[in-house]
């Protein structure tokens, strides 16, 4: 053989083996009550949320729901924390919000110390999204993170049992103080540096865990979460924990932060899980869709998903993702930062135009371009009503009736599922409001089940009690808005409805 085709030969095999021999294709799995995304082999994701079926299920066991969630979140896993400190514009290791569009997160997912996979962080996001959206009191930060964070620690080694609470090291537990407990009780905004938010994170699992699970704290996290919930500041309510003195003395002796519990699943199951490839748009949107959603780079993330559309000229989905990053923009420009509920209402008062407000022309384009290669897209249908009910409130003329009915053309057929598409149900019902017209009972009633279903979401949790409040139920409109006081989004809007609401 000719020496050269020898040397062309030995070049095609060396590219051919320095190629991943595993390199997998990026899979949407969908079960019962989760969404998960990654780039796994079809067995080995199917595994994955078998697993995340079956820790639903300790969750709703050991934390029993008081409402059914009414949205699936979505996980996006990826086994580069660069990826998620990129767009959460912090270094986690996982990220996850329950926005008002979907329940969110981006999560680490590799193999541990032992060579195995490490679901941890895809349980902490789980557990977010269950103390979010299963119970109607909102929580501090404190009590949020440390049950994550102890939930986290879940393990199966054996089908269908779970063993909680395994610590990582057996080793005292240092700098339980009663200051450094007051100081995480304090918390209600998101740390500057990593090393804070972790030090947050280990005192905030050394404090709730105990008092979750533990016969000697009955009683103290539920007196506690009501003081919360009830208007009284966060210091007025940590009494409801006892003598912190105390406490911190009884927690800083142990090795360990609470007794594992093994929770066994019955009956066994085989979760229904549909598997698909992803096509090259939903690849190329995955962390810009996160950076949209968190608004961590929102102009640049509008800059890069307007380049995405030159590279998918017929996608829906990017044309929608650009619009929507677009209409944030003008949002932050009208309000001079993120609104309450999306602007409406008089969540925010009076409407604060910048001197160059951003215009929404770039948004309207680009959602409309979405609907033409895709009538049907939910997303797209929601936010073009959403500019145009802004529009009609921005001119300040409710005495267009063909207008709103176009706003609520869109919306309705959308409103009609309001636990699956709770945004335009409050979007749908806020039509009525702007336009000075009593909202329809079924109006009321689909952005009461939004509410319901979504109760972890701060914009469905002011929209119905302002609606409330509207209605003369001031007592109920009263009690939803006080339990927002404590919410640094939400304290000032809040408060302002509650004057009104006398």
């Keep these: 053989m000719p020496r050269l085709c020898l040397f062309v030969m030995a070049l095609c095999l060396a590219w051919c083996f320095a190629l991943p021999v595993h390199a997998q294709a990026w899979l949407r799995a969908e079960s019962d009550h989760y969404v998960v995304h990654a ?6 994701l199917r595994s ?8 639903d299920r300790v969750l709703h066991g050991l934390m029993p729901a008081e409402t059914r969630h009414g949205r699936k979140p979505e996980l996006y896993l990826t086994d580069r924390p660069a990826r998620i400190a990129r767009a959460a514009n912090f270094g986690a290791s996982a990220v996850c919000q329950d926005h008002a569009e979907l329940p969110i997160a981006y999560a680490l997912y590799t193999t541990d ?8 962080e895809v349980f902490y996001c789980l557990t977010q999204f269950h103390l979010g959206n299963g119970f109607f009191r909102p929580k501090p930060m404190w009590v949020t993170a440390g049950l994550s964070h102890y939930f986290a620690t879940a393990s199966s080694k054996e089908r269908g049992l779970f063993t909680i609470g395994k610590p990582r090291s057996i080793r005292p537990i240092r700098g339980i103080t009663s200051a450094a407990m007051t100081e995480a009780l304090m918390v209600r905004f998101r740390h500057r540096t990593e090393a804070e938010y972790s030090r947050f994170l280990d005192l905030s699992r050394v404090i709730a865990s105990p008092l979750l699970i533990e016969p000697q704290y009955a009683g103290v996290l539920d007196r506690y979460i009501d003081a919360y919930v009830t208007g009284r500041s966060m210091e007025d309510a940590a009494r409801e924990l006892g003598d912190l003195e105390a406490l911190a003395t009884e927690l800083g002796q142990r090795r360990i932060v609470a007794p594992m519990r093994r929770v066994r ?8 899980v549909t598997v698909r490839r992803m096509a090259r748009d939903e690849i190329a949107l995955i962390d810009l869709r996160i950076e949209r959603l968190l608004e961590t780079r929102l102009n640049a993330s509008a800059r890069e998903l307007g380049e995405l559309t030159r590279r998918f000229p017929d996608s829906a989905l990017v ?12 949002q932050n420009s009208d309000f001079g930062g993120r609104p309450v509920f999306r602007g409406f209402g008089f969540s925010n008062g009076e409407l604060i135009v910048m001197a160059n407000p951003y215009s929404d022309a770039e948004a309207w384009r680009a959602v409309n371009k979405a609907l033409s290669l895709d009538p049907d897209l939910a997303p797209a249908r929601r936010l073009r009503a959403e500019i145009l009910l802004a529009r009609l409130v921005r001119e300040g003329n409710p005495d267009d009736p063909a207008a709103y009915d176009e706003v609520r053309a869109m919306l309705g057929p959308l409103a009609r599922a309001p636990e699956r598409e709770p945004l335009a149900a409050a979007l749908y019902h806020q039509s009525y409001v702007e336009q000075d017209r009593e909202p329809p009972e079924a109006a009321l009633n689909q952005l009461r089940r939004a509410f319901l279903a979504n109760a972890g979401v701060g914009d469905f949790r002011y929209a119905y009690a302002t609606a409330q409040s509207r209605r003369g139920e001031k007592n109920e409109a009263r009690s939803l808005l006080i339990s927002m006081l404590n919410d640094p989004a939400f304290q000032a809007a809040a408060f302002r409805a509650l004057e009104v609401t006398q």
């Design 39 to 44: 780039r796994l082999d079809e067995a080995e």
């Design 48 to 55: 994955l949320m078998q697993s995340i079926e079956e820790f």
């Design 113 to 120: 110390p032992t060579g195995e996979r490490d679901p941890s």
């Design 265 to 272: 699943i019955q009956p066994m199951f085989v979760a229904d």
């Design 319 to 330: 044309w929608y993702e650009y619009a929507a990053a677009e209409y944030a923009r003008v």
